[in-house]
């Protein structure tokens, strides 16, 4: 499956562990939706996708992606140190540019 290099480098720095390198693919005010809470700006999100990783050591599996203009989904594999693992997770993205100005995670 051919992936844009944003989200390429996307699952990439998730799966080096590289809370940083995740964080800067978003927009200065982009913003996350995941597990019923939500963080703005790069400095959040850095932060949230630092403790979710240091808690689960999450590995992403792309397994489909559909793009219509700004607008994709991501479908991925995550596994990691939590019950349920492996899980198909939706990564529903905004892009903007070569950047992300949003991300909603569903299950």
Do not use: C
């Amino acid at each position: 499956m051919k992936l844009p290099g944003t989200i390429e480098s996307l699952i990439k720095a998730q799966n080096d562990l590289d809370s940083t390198a995740f964080a800067a693919h978003f927009t200065e005010g982009a913003t996350v939706s995941d597990e019923g809470s939500s963080y703005a700006g790069r400095t959040e999100i850095r932060q949230w996708i630092q403790q979710a990783t240091q808690k689960y050591q999450m590995q992403l599996q792309p397994l489909d992606y559909n793009q219509t203009g700004t607008v994709a989904d991501l479908t991925v594999e995550v596994t990691g140190n939590f019950d349920g693992s492996p899980a198909v997770m939706h990564y529903h993205l905004d892009l903007a540019g070569s950047f992300i100005r949003s991300l909603r995670i569903t299950g």
